[in-house]
């Protein structure tokens, strides 16, 4: 009588992507944020037309006026002070610093640079975004006001509101996806917030007009959205690096 031995498992390493896979993924990712930049700015450039050359040709909307008119009949030492603080968290300078930091952090702690490059895709992308949208619309910043001083971009949109939410919006997200937990939510609920500090301070300090703001961050959201939703889904799913450790020692 014969007996009936299970069958040895497989140990046969899994079969290789085909050849020209990767490239072709890589292409893929280029032509959506390509595209997916193409339409937020071609969106944002045909409202801030409409504002300048429709709706308001000869000035700001009333709306946007009055609102930079209040600010500027209240503004006191201390929060000319608060608010130089808050615009500064978002300007070019550090913003560089903060991905820089990121970068490396992550690099250091996943053993890995994909969630690193994610972050530089959120910011990188939004400024590229942001200075063909000011070199299309050319909108005036508020007459007078202004605390610091102009930049030679436009004032539509708000590049200062718009890296804000690009970049700490991007934060926000990878912390609650690589560690997440109580620490990390609070996190990022600090985190989320900074665009609106730095949305009211470039408004108090005159540097823009609400509408700028509002659609700085509306366009620093959608260029997010396009990274994350691009990039987030091929995130590998093994873990290496520091952050491996602490799991394995952990378990």
């Known amino acids: 009588m014969t007996s009936s031995l299970p069958a040895a498992p497989s140990h046969r390493a899994p079969n290789p992507p085909p050849p020209g896979s990767h490239q072709t993924s890589g292409r893929r990712v280029a032509l959506r944020l390509g595209v997916g930049a193409a339409v937020i700015w ?48 978002a300007n070019t300078q550090t913003a560089i610093a903060v991905t820089a930091v990121v970068v490396l952090l992550l690099r250091w702690r996943l053993g890995r640079w994909y969630e690193s490059w994610i972050v530089v895709a959120a910011i990188a ?34 590049g200062h509101t718009a890296a804000a939410v690009a970049l700490y919006g991007c934060l926000a997200i990878m912390l609650l996806v690589v560690w997440p937990g109580a620490a990390s939510r609070l996190a990022a609920c600090v985190l989320v917030a900074i665009p ?28 997010l959205t396009v990274v994350l939703t691009t990039l987030l889904p091929g995130r590998p799913r093994t873990l290496t690096g520091t952050h491996a450790a602490e799991q394995a020692a952990a378990t």
């Open 42 to 89: 071609a969106g944002l450039s045909m409202i801030g037309l409409l504002i300048t050359r429709v709706v308001s040709p000869n000035g700001p909307p009333t709306w946007d006026a009055q609102v930079i008119d209040w600010l500027v009949a209240h503004r006191t030492p201390g929060l000319n002070t608060a608010s130089g603080i808050g615009s500064g968290i």
């Open 125 to 158: 992308g939004e400024l590229l975004v942001f200075v063909a949208i000011t070199a299309t619309v050319h909108r005036p910043r508020p007459a007078g006001h202004q605390l610091d001083g102009a930049p030679p971009t436009s004032s539509f949109p708000s």
């Open 196 to 223: 609106i500090v730095v949305g009211a301070s470039r408004l108090y300090r005159g540097m823009h007009f609400p509408s700028d703001v509002m659609f700085g961050a509306i366009g620093g959201a959608l260029w």
